[in-house]
């Protein structure tokens, strides 16, 4: 829980409410911290939408703004992050520890899209799923989120040519996968719920529909 909501706090940014001795005004609570008592009351568990919509909204910020230590705390200490790429026909995945050092096949930074396409309110609804005759290759277009762990069923793991552990590291780390965001017009992020706090650990980048 800490790890969430210390991502919310920096765009929040709370007051501290106590004088420079450190104890709290003697008349009692002032607004700020009744404000912030709230707001700690009224907070939805981490398993809802809302709260997952937060986070995900701060996850875009960090994107935008190309903040890779930021981007590196979404990151689990012990899974890691690993993103998937098309080798030709066949998958390519990478472990990141450190956007910073990551760069796709194409030589590129991770952060070379058009960063609008991931601001939206994810719809909790159906996953859409790929047409190759649709504009953005799905039945749908715009972004979409759902409590399932698709990726566990394609073992996509097998074809990447990873060694023994690395190949036992990810079926590890997709276990953990919780929420799944297609966003038709740009890539597929998996999102796992650990001990309370939300991490990205798989975010997938090939296309539908190309070889």
């Not at 036992?168 to 706090?197: A, E, P, W």
Request: charged share 25%; glycine share 4%; hydrophobic share 35%.
């Amino acid at each position: 829980m800490k790890h969430l909501i210390c991502i919310l706090f920096i765009g929040i940014g709370f007051i501290s409410c106590t004088d420079k001795t450190g104890k709290q005004d003697e008349k009692g609570p002032d607004s700020a911290t009744v404000r912030k008592r709230t707001f700690a009351e009224e907070l939805p568990p981490p398993s809802d939408i809302r709260q997952f919509r937060w986070f995900y909204s701060g996850f875009v910020k960090m994107v935008s703004l190309h903040a890779d230590s930021l981007m590196n705390k979404l990151v689990h200490p012990e899974y890691g992050l690993h993103i998937i790429e098309s080798q030709g026909a066949l998958p390519h995945m990478t472990r990141v520890k450190d956007f910073a050092d990551f760069h796709t096949l194409q030589k590129k930074t991770f952060y070379e899209f058009d960063v609008h396409l991931l601001i939206c309110d994810p719809k909790e609804e159906e996953l859409p799923k790929v047409d190759c005759n649709a504009k953005d290759l799905y039945t749908k277009s715009g972004c979409f989120t759902r409590e399932v762990n698709n990726l566990k069923d394609s073992k996509v793991w097998e074809f990447c040519n990873l060694s023994k552990d690395q190949e036992d590291l990810v079926i590890r780390s997709v276990q953990t996968i919780t929420r799944t965001v297609i966003v038709t017009s740009n890539y597929t992020y998996y999102f796992s719920l650990i001990k309370g706090g939300w991490w990205l650990t798989f975010i997938d980048m090939r296309r539908p529909c190309q070889a």
